[in-house]
Structure formats: C-alpha cells, structure tokens
C-alpha cells in the first residue's frame, strides 16, 4: 500500500511518499480502507521532536515517540474510510461500513490502509457526511471536550476561547456553545464571522484589542491555540476561574501546584483521555447538526509536505484534510 514515512525527526521534508507492507488486522482489529485524513498539529509536533516547545517538552516528546529515532514509521492519527476486513473476534462492525476515528499515539492514518481495535475510537460515520468532512471530526474536538470536560463546563458559566479559529478552537466554541455557556471568542481578523457563526456570543479580534486589559473576567479561560499563559491572564478569571491551557511547560508546572493552593485553577491533563463514548457523543451531535469540523485546506496525499508546511504556518482555519482516494 501507499504510505507517508518517515525515519528520522526533522522539517517536514523528512516524509516521503513509499509502499509498504499492508497492515494485517489482529482477532479484535478491523482493517479501514483510509479514504481521508488530517495535517494535524499533533503530526507535525511529533515529527518535529516538538523542537519549537524547547528542550525540556522536546525530551518528553522523544520519551513517547522514540528517544533516537521515531518508534511509529507512519504519522497521521485522524481517519475516515471503508472497513476493508475484521478480526474473527469483531462484532460490531462489518466489511463496507463507513467508518471515522483517530489512532491517537499510534498513528498510521497517513496511508491507504490503518488496523484500528474495534473497542478504539472508532464509529460509523455521521449519515450524510463525505470522507473529507469525516476526517476531521476527532482531532480538535476530543481535545476541546478533554479540557471542557475537566473543567465541568455548564450552562450560563463564561467562558473566554483564545485561538477560537484553531482545529481545537473551533471545535471548543461549538461544544461551549453546546454546553450552554456564554462564549466569547478570540481570533484574528479574518476568522470573525465564523467564529461568530460558529455560536460565539460575542468576538474579539486580538489583533485589535487585549482582553487582559478590559476589566472582564470569565469562570473558565481556554487557551485553545497555546499562545497564553496562566500569569498572563490570571487577571481576568473569576476568583474560582479555571485557565485551561493547551501547550507549556510553565502551565504544566501551574497544573500541578495551583489545585493544592485553592482559588484560581490551572487544569493540564496530560495526556488526555479520550474514549470511544466520547468519538460517539460526536457522531450523536453532528447528527443533531450542533457540531460541524471546520476545513480549511484540501490536499492529495501525496502534497503531504506542502500541507504539513502549511500547517506548521499555525495560520490554518480549523483543519487541513489529506485526500487518498476521491469520495
Ligand atoms: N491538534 C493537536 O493534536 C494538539 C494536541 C495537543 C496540543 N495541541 C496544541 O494545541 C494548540 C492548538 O492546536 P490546533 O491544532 O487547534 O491549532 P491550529 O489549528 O494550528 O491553530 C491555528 C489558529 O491559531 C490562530 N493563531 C495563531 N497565532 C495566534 C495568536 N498569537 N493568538 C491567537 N490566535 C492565534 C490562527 O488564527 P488567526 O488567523 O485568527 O490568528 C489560526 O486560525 C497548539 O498549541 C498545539 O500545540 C494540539
């Protein structure tokens, strides 16, 4: 089959397009024809070593991902295809069924072929949904839900969502939004009007103005793009605020000192868990049309470097899709 590999960590370069051996399904496995996947910040962060969160986050990095040299040969984690063949113990799906899902730390999407545990997260696609739009459920909204999850997101509490237009950021407005908070957004310029139609109550372009300066505070802050710290905006949560961030090992350390302390909260779960429950809870609300995967780029697979160099841009709106085969 056709893959995307890569043997050493470095620029996006390093992947290249080769034929490998087709993976074989075990008992509790079924074999997904891959159809479409994602350029997602998590793959360009592992090949990279996370070389730009300095060395202290790139030695953890290494620690999960192979110290010298990657242990996982083929990136990609996000998926949406066709169950090609299943274990002798799977019951829950067969041969033809649509199917979507992420790999997580296991990776392998980036190729025709990926054998995913039945019992992983792994779902029927949404009725009426393309491979393209399916490939992109997972990524950013698992990771919005882990944080909103961790912080008992409920009705009427505020909420500030900073990177709103991200993979993660446009994913956590629509759960907030879902959630029954009251969401302010922030982003730049460009992606105001679908922060907005993406159920925000109300914008603000961070190119424009500091929300650090204008005397709001919110009951949860979440840095959905990594670029805020908890000193930084320790100032604009509410006396029990929780800040939720997303990257840093400045939050990391806060994550682990400030819940003894009482009072303003840093919550990190690293890593984050998300379940299979959680992949159907998504398929439940894009069915209920109250969720929705933002694309930004479309690329064939085999301008894997171009996407990978335009997500490593950290300017994409929501996510860049890797086409295999047309739907
Ligand atoms: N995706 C993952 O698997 C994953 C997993 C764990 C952690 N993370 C971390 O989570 C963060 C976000 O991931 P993601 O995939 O959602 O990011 P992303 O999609 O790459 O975020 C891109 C968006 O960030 C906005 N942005 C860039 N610089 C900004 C700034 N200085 N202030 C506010 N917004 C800015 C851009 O919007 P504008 O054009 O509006 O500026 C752009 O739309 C990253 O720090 C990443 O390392 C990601």
Redesign the pocket.
């Known amino acids: 089959m056709r893959a995307v590999v890569y043997e050493r960590y470095g620029p996006p370069e390093v992947l290249r397009l080769e034929d490998v051996e087709r993976p074989i399904p075990a008992d509790g496995e079924v074999l997904v024809k891959v159809h479409a996947t994602t350029v997602?910040?998590?793959?360009t962060?592992t090949r990279d070593a996370n070389r730009r969160?300095g060395v202290a986050i790139s030695l953890m990095s290494r620690l999960v991902s192979g110290v010298r040299r990657p242990r996982h040969r083929i990136l990609g984690?996000e998926f949406a295809g066709e169950v090609e063949a299943v274990g002798v113990a799977v019951t829950e799906f067969a041969v033809g069924d649509k199917v979507f899902g992420t790999s997580g730390l296991a990776f392998g999407a980036h190729a025709e072929f990926i054998a995913m545990p039945a019992s992983g997260r792994i779902a029927r696609m949404p009725a009426e949904m393309s491979f393209e739009e399916a490939a992109p459920i997972c990524?950013?909204a698992l990771?919005a839900l882990t944080c909103l999850k961790q912080a008992d997101l409920k009705a009427n509490r505020t909420i500030l969502i900073?990177?709103?237009?991200?993979?993660?950021?446009?994913a956590g407005v629509q759960l907030a939004r879902y959630f029954g908070a009251d969401v302010t957004a922030?982003?730049?310029?460009?992606?105001l009007e679908l922060v907005r139609s993406l159920g925000a109550d109300r914008v603000i372009d961070?190119?424009q103005k500091d929300f650090t300066k204008n005397g709001q505070t919110y009951n949860i802050i979440f840095d959905?793009?990594?670029?805020l710290s908890f000193t930084r905006c320790r100032g604009s949560l509410t006396l029990r605020g929780i800040f939720l961030p997303?990257?840093g090992l400045a939050n990391l350390m806060w994550a682990l000192v400030t819940p003894r302390l009482g009072g303003r909260t840093v919550l990190f779960q690293i890593p984050?868990r998300q379940t299979k429950q959680d992949v159907l809870f998504l398929k439940e609300l894009i069915e209920a049309g109250k969720y929705r995967p933002v694309i930004d780029r479309r690329y064939p697979l085999e301008d894997v470097v171009q996407a990978t160099r335009y997500?490593e841009t950290?300017?994409?709106?929501?996510?860049v899709v890797l086409t295999i085969t047309q739907d």
Do not use: L
């Not at 997602?40 to 793959?43: C, H, K, L, P």
């Not at 900073?162 to 446009?170: D, E, H, K, P, V």
């Not at 922030?186 to 992606?191: H, L, S």
């Open positions: 997602n910040r998590f793959d962060a969160s984690t990524d950013g990771n900073y990177g709103a237009s991200g993979a993660i950021g446009t922030v982003c730049g310029t460009k992606n961070y190119t959905a793009v990594g670029k997303t990257d984050p997500v950290e300017q994409k709106t929501g996510n």
